[in-house]
């Protein structure tokens, strides 16, 4: 039974494979220089259709006092979306312009030195933020590299942050600019080769 059971796994894992030619995986660029790092896989479902879930981890805003940093929100989350290709009838999902509609759902720390020299002492407040939006964007191909150009924008919500806390935070103004969902971006990533399944 248990060698049943492996060669089921094993055929379900060759087509998957067999699939992979129409999957990508992909870097933004744009974002270390802001302190971040992102990481998404996209799948084609169509000619026209795709999905993609991204995550993203990293510093979302910064302040310093004499050039010792006082102030940090930091972050992580992900980003599931759903993307049309609407003229690519010959070549085919995820190449070409699209435009898509993506959500995130991040969790974030805010961390205040008052005294940022010494770090004896600081204030923290966490909380989340969803956020929903539209973007459009171009994916060039190169051989089996992929280089996309994308913006987008929308809004969102803010919950379970502690608004005692956040009055003893000067800055917490910046978390509040999370909930704009402004996306450029500039990613560099992989396009799977084809396999072909033997069984």
Request: positive net charge.
């Amino acid at each position: 039974m248990r060698k049943i059971g492996v060669l089921i796994l094993l055929y379900c894992g060759l087509v998957s494979i067999s699939a992979a030619q129409n999957n990508a995986i992909k870097t933004d660029l744009i974002r270390p220089l802001r302190g971040q790092y992102s990481l998404a896989y996209e799948r084609k479902l169509g000619s026209f259709l795709s999905v993609q879930l991204g995550v993203e981890a990293g510093d979302y805003a910064t302040t310093s006092l004499n050039g010792s940093t006082d102030y940090r929100l930091s972050g992580f989350g992900i980003i599931p979306e759903v993307r049309w290709y609407p003229f690519n009838k010959r070549r085919g999902a995820p190449l070409g312009f699209f435009t898509g509609v993506a959500f995130r759902y991040a969790s974030f720390k805010e961390e205040y030195y008052p005294d940022p020299f010494s770090r004896t002492f600081k204030d923290t407040n966490e909380g989340n933020v969803f956020n929903y939006g539209i973007d459009a964007g171009y994916k060039f191909k190169a051989r089996r590299i992929a280089i996309e150009i994308l913006g987008g924008l929308g809004g969102g919500t803010l919950s379970n942050f502690d608004a005692f806390k956040s009055a003893r935070i000067p800055y917490s103004h910046l978390h509040e600019d999370e909930k704009h969902f402004y996306r450029i971006e500039l990613s560099f990533g992989y396009l799977f080769p084809s396999f072909k399944s033997t069984l």
